[in-house]
T-cell receptor, first 113, second 116 residues
Framework: AQSVTQLDSHVSVSEGTPVLLRCNYSSSYSPSLFWYVQHPNKGLQLLLKYTSAATLVKGINGFEAEFKKSETSFHLTKPSAHMSDAAEYFC???????????WGAGTKLIIKP | GAVVSQHPSRVICKSGTSVKIECRSLDFQATTMFWYRQFPKKSLMLMAT?????????EQGVEKDKFLINHASLTLSTLTVTSAHPEDSSFYICSARGARGAYEQYFGPGTRLTVT
């Protein structure tokens, strides 16, 4: 069965330092992959998506992610963290069979002042 | 574009009562809507998928008689939690998908249900 693994449940970085949130997926075909962000008690916002175009995908708020097929990874990065980036981040893949979303467990990003 | 709203954003109800949550696609027609439940510090759990004009498809373990879903129009789906109990307290999120064959889902802001 398809799956998404977010390798870290929590990531803590200092403001102004780089962010790396890791995601690995399993998929039979060329996958469609997403990163969503959820701020406390708020809805989900799409950060970026990969749909078999350029492997380096740029999203909102300075985030980007690189699709690496050989590593089955889609890690999310940002060069310089901001306090407003503190939130929960979800990596998601589209199911090959029924096009439903398969969710990672989430990574909580903590920004230290 | 592609805005999805939910109402109410927060609701507190007494045990044994029923609560209805609305999900609306504001600027597009949603052929398919999804209802998710999110437990504290957990990922989203898909409860059911509903296509306009047909019965919802529930995921395994979700009681269809307890969580009634109606997708009566292309812009509105409702989730009714019947005879609510404290264990039903959760964050409920809907999403909507547009034309058939499209895969991207647009999410509502969520509804925080607290059953006392």
């Amino acid at each position: 069965a398809q799956s998404v693994t977010q390798l870290d449940s929590h990531v803590s970085v200092s403001e102004g330092t780089p962010v790396l949130l890791r995601c690995n997926y399993s998929s039979s075909y060329s996958p469609s992959l997403f990163w969503y962000v959820q701020h406390p008690n708020k809805g989900l916002q799409l950060l970026l998506k990969y749909t078999s175009a350029a492997t380096l995908v740029k999203g909102i708020n300075g985030f980007e992610a690189e699709f690496k097929k050989s590593e089955t990874s889609f890690h999310l990065t940002k060069p310089s963290a901001h306090m407003s980036d503190a939130a929960e981040y979800f990596c998601v893949v589209i199911s090959d069979s029924n096009y439903q979303l398969i969710w990672g467990a989430g990574t909580k990003l903590i920004i230290k002042p | 574009g592609a805005v999805v709203s939910q109402h109410p954003s927060r609701v507190i109800c007494k045990s044994g009562t029923s609560v209805k949550i609305e999900c609306r696609s504001l600027d597009f027609q949603a052929t398919t809507m999804f209802w998710y439940r999110q437990f504290p510090k957990k990922s989203l759990m898909l409860m059911a998928t509903s296509n306009e004009g047909s019965k919802a498809t529930y995921e395994q373990g979700v009681e269809k008689d307890k969580f009634l879903i109606n997708h009566a129009s292309l812009t509105l789906s409702t989730l009714t939690v019947t005879s609510a109990h404290p264990e039903d307290s959760s964050f409920y999120i809907c999403s909507a998908r547009g034309a058939r064959g499209a895969y991207e889902q647009y999410f509502g802001p969520g509804t925080r249900l607290t059953v006392t």
